[in-house]
Structures are given as C-alpha cells and as structure tokens.
C-alpha cells in the first residue's frame, strides 16, 4: 500500500477475531517498531509482545472497567506492551535537554511505526494508554525505573469502524506565525 493509504486507512480496533498472526508478520511489525528515530538514537523503547491467555486476561483487569478496548485484550491473539527508559533519552552525555517527555515521544514515535506497519499487513491495533501502570508492571515483572508508554492489541479486525471526524487543515495549520492564516 502506498503510505497514504496505509495512514488513512488505520483505525482504533476494539474488536478482533482470535485467528493467530504469522511469526514473518508479526516480525515485520517489530522491525518496524525497531527502526524508528529517537533521541540521539538511544532506542529507549523496549517492547513485550504478550501470547499466553492468562497474562492476557490479567492485563485486561490492569484497564478500568470503561476503557472501550478492555474486552479487545481477551479477543485479540497478541497484546504488545510499550516501555520506555526515561534515562535513556533527553540527555546529551550526562546533561539533562530540556524538562520535557522525551522518552514517551520516542515511544511514541517507534509505537506509531508499528501500528501502520501493522494496517499495512491487514492486522488491527489500538493505541491504549489508560491503565493501571502498576498492574501492568506487576504482571510483567517491568522493573522500577521503566515506564509504560501505552499498549496496543494486535490481531485481525474483526470490525470496520468508520473514520473519526477531525479537523480541518484550516483549524490545525497556521502560516509564518502562531494563529495566521495563509
Ligand atoms: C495516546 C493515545 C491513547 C489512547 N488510549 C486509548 C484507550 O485507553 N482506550 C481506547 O479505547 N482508545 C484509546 N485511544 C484511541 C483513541 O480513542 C482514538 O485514536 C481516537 O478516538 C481516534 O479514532 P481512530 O484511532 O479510530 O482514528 C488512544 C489513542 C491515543 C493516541
């Protein structure tokens, strides 16, 4: 597909058939996690790819009980945890850049990859970033000093959500200085 079309054509999953996803697949998609950029190319992203039902099950606990994808986590064969390493990004040597997240933007960036990559090969993802971050680092065995970023399903649609309004370029694109128009 071109990457337009693999762009426009990503959509928020929240329900999946159970069918597996091929190994070369699911590989493919970490490749893409795995090239993204990141600061000063310290790749602070780590992922967990989760298979086994049980640890599934009790990831799905880990969301509050409104999250819209929480059933999604027990349909879907593989959910994929997104962490990161706060230390390894914003730094320059030992300086510190900045008071900013860079760490999650890296995250942000690498997951993002992932998730087209993933519409590119048919499957269905879901950004998902509220949970319960111990529960999740409880079931995971995460150590302390690493953060997770966000989660996502992994596994065929079994839904075909229509596109979600957004804005307009007009509303989002300004031209030479905040606020002007072109
Ligand atoms: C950072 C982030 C966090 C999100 N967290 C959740 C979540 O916890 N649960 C959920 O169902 N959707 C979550 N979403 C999905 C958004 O609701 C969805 O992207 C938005 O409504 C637009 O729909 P679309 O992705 O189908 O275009 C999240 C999306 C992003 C980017």
Not at 40 to 57: A, G, L, P
Not at 74 to 96: F, L
Not at 106 to 128: F, K, Y
Not at 136 to 155: C, H
């Amino acid at each position: 597909m071109d990457i337009m079309e693999v762009i426009e054509k990503r959509r928020s999953i929240r329900k999946y058939k159970g069918d597996p996803i091929p190994e070369e697949k699911l590989n493919k998609i970490l490749e893409a996690a795995r090239i993204a950029p990141s600061w000063s190319n310290m790749q602070c992203w780590r992922y967990v790819v989760v298979k086994d039902e049980n640890t599934k099950k009790a990831l799905a606990d880990a969301l509050p009980s409104r999250n819209p994808v929480k059933k999604a986590f027990t349909q879907a064969p593989i959910i994929i945890v997104g962490c990161a390493d706060p230390e390894r990004s914003g730094y320059i040597g030992s300086q510190r850049i900045g008071d900013k997240q860079w760490h999650i933007l890296d995250l942000g960036i690498s997951m993002q990859q992932l998730v087209l990559a993933a519409t590119n090969e048919g499957l269905g993802t879901c950004w998902v970033c509220w949970f319960s971050e111990k529960g999740v680092k409880d079931i995971l065995k995460i150590p302390e000093n690493i953060d997770v970023v966000a989660l996502t399903p992994l596994g065929y649609p079994d839904e075909e959500p229509k596109a979600k309004r957004r804005k307009s370029v007009e509303e989002i694109v300004y031209y030479g200085k905040y606020g002007a128009s072109e």
